[in-house]
């Protein structure tokens, strides 16, 4: 094993200097990693969209009607629901590349029981994401630090990239960097990792630096460890139908091959998310660092690149202050700082104390808005998310990483506000508005809010004074909510479907007609169009792709091409609604997209 490690660095080596003849003779064999399809329906919960807008039916565990608040009889309509079930996201395998499989490790002594048969799996630092970019995951920031994106990708043949750097990920608190494949390189098979630039001392020695998994197939991506000692491992296209998920660790450091060191049952495997009990403690040490897959039961381990890391400080991703918040909001945001300024500041002056804003590999000026709200007293936590299509796996490790720091949590996008047309007469906003939202009943564990879906409103590009000021026409029709969730009531899967999540027992939900959630979803079409390129909810078809054609999550009558109506700017008005237009204009001027600073 150890020389075909020195193998690989050689054949490195060799084609970034240009020699592929020398590199090709080196190259290992592999064949595609069997693991079945991405995605089953029958596998699948029914989840709902990344917005307001429902992409499938409700699912299973949504609180029924009896528990719940009326819709107020004028607000009535037919909610809209798919005729058929989720369908297999088909068009993320179809631009991807066969998975690269490379030798399997060997087992090791377990310490719990592990399987005897010798795993089939592969562990990486670096997987394939659509639109053929590459993640790569470091020890060291490379490049200056800073972010500056100084660092290089070394393909074999010799090409090469620039690499973005995305920032400490959660779990393992390794940097993560980004880089675009160049053609060339994308037609050699099989693929394999880049060599990252500067190369610090630790990756000099290349150990598990040639495999290049596959975003397509079955992956374990992220890790995180809970005040309560259990292990959260985030993975992708597990067979959760075949009767049993196993939580598996094992070091694959030594010169002298691969081994699991511990196997134990899930305690809860639902959607991405396998809840894990913590490996036996003598693997605890400060030095320790284990990778971390899940595998079905009579299946092989998936490929991971996560890893567990029990002493790794992961300062700057979880917030620990001496005092619980009441209210935080936590959102996934994805080249959208145009409307960050607007959607943090109206929230704070209402009583959001905390922001957690999951970055899905931005590349517009995120983090100087970020810094810029920072200077004007806003607390803000971002966290780097850039796994595509999981944003439910992020809630899931929000509602899971941050019930220390905060009471309630508010799962909106941000093109969302909360509202309450009782505020109308307030002439300044306050920060105990939304706590006047909260339930006083103790066994309350979620609030569910109506959410109102407005128009493009005649707007030809985006309003410079903001949304709130930009958009002022509605639909009648009223299709879903959004969430105020208890943190401490979440059930212990932390299964969510973004608008909601599962409480444990004892706790239940109730909808607030006293305020509601003003979602511009149908906005200028130079801004609206951008949602036919990115979708970062598991359940939610890409807009351009021939799937669940009937769901609500769709635009009404636009198709598929992406190609703007000569009537868009005019669609989707039913109803004038200026409500919080007008209370802005009063408690902010112009529109809080320009306010120079908070005054509330």
Not at 315 to 334: E, Q
């Amino acid at each position: 094993m150890a020389h075909h490690r020195r193998r690989s660095c050689l054949r490195r080596v060799l084609t970034i200097a240009g020699g592929v003849s020398a590199g090709l003779l080196l190259l290992a064999g592999g064949h595609t990693y069997g693991h079945g399809q991405l995605f089953s329906p029958s596998l699948l919960p029914l989840g709902l969209g990344a917005d307001c807008s429902p992409s499938f039916a409700p699912p299973p565990f949504a609180p029924p009607p009896s528990a719940l608040s009326p819709l107020p009889p004028y607000l009535l309509s037919d909610l809209e629901a798919d005729a058929s079930p989720p369908q297999p996201e088909a068009n993320l395998p179809r631009r991807l590349l066969p998975i690269h499989r490379s030798p399997p490790c060997l087992p090791s002594n377990s310490e719990s029981g592990a399987d005897r048969s010798p795993p089939q799996h592969d562990d990486a630092d670096a997987v394939l994401l659509p639109d053929w970019e590459v993640l790569l995951l470091a020890d060291a920031e490379l490049g200056g630090g800073a972010g500056n994106g100084k660092a290089t990708c070394a393909f074999q043949g010799g090409a090469s990239s620039p690499a973005s750097a995305l920032g400490r990920l959660p779990g393992s608190a390794r940097h993560g960097y980004v880089c675009p494949m160049p053609e060339p390189v994308r037609s050699l098979q099989p693929l394999q990792a880049p060599l990252l630039l500067p190369t610090s001392a630790a990756s000099a020695d290349c150990p598990g630096r040639t495999s290049l998994l596959n975003w397509s197939g079955p992956i374990a991506f992220s890790s995180a460890t809970l005040d309560s000692g259990d292990v959260l491992i985030f993975a992708k296209g597990v067979n959760h139908a075949a009767g049993g998920v196993r939580c598996i660790y094992r070091h694959c450091g030594d010169a002298h091959g691969h081994g699991v060191v511990a196997s134990f049952p899930a305690i809860t495997s639902v959607q991405q998310v396998t809840r894990c009990p913590a490996p036996p403690m003598h693997l605890n040490s400060r030095n320790a660092e284990l990778r971390v897959t899940v595998a079905a039961t009579g299946e092989d381990p998936i490929p991971s690149i996560a890893t567990y890391r029990p002493q790794q400080s992961q300062s700057g991703l979880v917030v620990t202050p001496a005092r619980k918040k009441l209210i935080c909001a936590c959102t996934m945001v994805h080249n959208v700082s145009k409307f960050l300024r607007e959607w943090v500041l109206y929230h704070a002056a209402v009583g959001v104390e905390h922001f957690f804003l999951y970055d899905n590999g931005s590349q517009d000026d995120f983090a100087d808005q970020v810094a810029q709200l920072r200077s004007a007293g806003i607390s803000i936590t971002t966290v780097p998310w850039p796994w595509i299509k999981m944003q439910e796996a992020g809630f899931s490790h929000s509602a899971a990483m941050h019930q220390s720091s905060c009471k309630w949590m508010a799962f909106i996008d941000v093109d969302e506000f909360i509202f309450s047309p009782n505020w109308k007469g307030s002439e300044k906003p306050s920060k105990s508005m939304l706590e006047a939202l909260l339930p006083v009943d103790p066994d309350v564990g979620q609030v569910y809010l109506w959410c109102f879906d407005f128009a493009p409103s005649g707007q030809t590009s985006h309003p410079q004074e903001g949304v709130i000021q930009g958009y002022t026409c509605r639909r009648k029709i009223i299709l879903r909510h959004k969430s105020l969730v208890l943190l401490a009531a979440v059930n212990h899967s932390l299964e969510n479907a973004i608008h909601h999540f599962t409480l444990k027992d004892g706790f239940r939900s109730i909808r607030n007609l006293q305020a509601r959630v003003n979602h511009y979803k149908y906005q200028a079409w130079s801004e609206f169009k951008h949602k036919f390129k990115r979708r970062v909810s598991a359940y939610v078809a890409d807009w351009r792709d021939p799937i669940n054609l009937q769901s609500a999550d769709r635009a009404p009558g636009l198709g598929l091409d992406g190609v703007e109506p000569v009537d868009w700017a005019q669609r989707y008005c039913d109803v004038k609604d200026n409500l919080l237009q007008q209370l802005s204009a009063r408690w902010f001027g112009n529109g809080l997209a320009t306010l120079g600073s908070q005054d509330t």
